[in-house]
């Protein structure tokens, strides 16, 4: 189980989602293996043999007797203080009050919270989409990879990795639109200058195949129809 939570969060940082979350997991994640199952030339440099006297040897046990009964009462104390705050988070899980708090806490020290990644969800969901024109009166979508656009298009699969501009340009449909563009959503006017500028590079992988063909035009022997406006709405 160690390896395979360990493997499982390298994989989702290589795609590099959440990364520090998913580092601070793996430390768990190691614990929990048996020292049997680590690799030989790890465990030997870890894990030396024991060579000292038997004497000192049964005064070692004796202290980690007396260590593993105070971690044990110390494990005790924490799962009884972990049961008794979480009384007041079971009985708003089951909406004993009527209705369930979302990301609420129920004592001082902030400690066995409820949260919800979703704990405010708006009524309508507006969707950001980036528009090209020659001409400023027709207009031509630019898809990206998995965010919902094209309706003949097959949905992507994507897991474990992760699309960032598909997940970020989401915030852009929460309300006020424009402080979630100037505040946290920056990164659209460098994607727009770029659009702007028709040259061709990287940072047309972070967008669907087809919005080459979108920006750059079928007709080669024309040469490049440049690009003159762009818009998000």
């Not at 639109?177 to 040259?199: A, D």
């Not at 990287?202 to 440049?226: C, H, M, P, Q, Y």
């Amino acid at each position: 189980g160690g390896y395979i939570q360990s493997t499982f969060m390298i994989n989702i940082i290589l795609s590099g989602n959440f990364a520090f979350l998913n580092h601070l997991t793996i430390i768990p994640a190691l614990a929990s293996i048996d020292d049997a199952f680590w690799p030989r030339w790890l465990s030997s440099r870890i894990l030396r043999p024991n060579n000292t006297p038997s004497k000192a040897r049964e005064e070692s046990a004796k202290v980690q007797r007396i260590a593993v009964v105070i971690r044990r009462s110390i494990d005790l104390i924490l799962l009884s203080l972990i049961g008794y705050l979480s009384i007041p988070v079971v009985e708003n899980l089951l909406q004993r009050g009527g209705h369930q708090q979302m990301n609420a806490s129920f004592n001082s020290f902030r400690l066995v919270n409820t949260y919800g990644a979703f704990g405010s969800v708006g009524h309508a969901r507006y969707e950001a989409i980036i528009s090209v024109s020659r001409d400023g009166v027709r207009w031509n979508e630019i898809e990206l990879p998995c965010k919902p656009g094209n309706v003949k298009r097959r949905p992507c699969f994507c897991a474990p990795y992760h699309y960032r501009l598909d997940w970020n340009i989401w915030f852009l449909g929460f309300k006020p639109h424009g402080q979630m563009l100037r505040s946290r959503e920056t990164w659209l006017f460098s994607l727009v200058e770029k659009i702007l500028r028709v040259k061709k590079g990287r940072w047309l992988d972070v967008l669907d195949k087809s919005a080459e063909t979108v920006i750059f035009g079928t007709d080669k022997r024309r040469g490049v129809d440049r690009i003159k406006y762009a818009k998000a709405d």
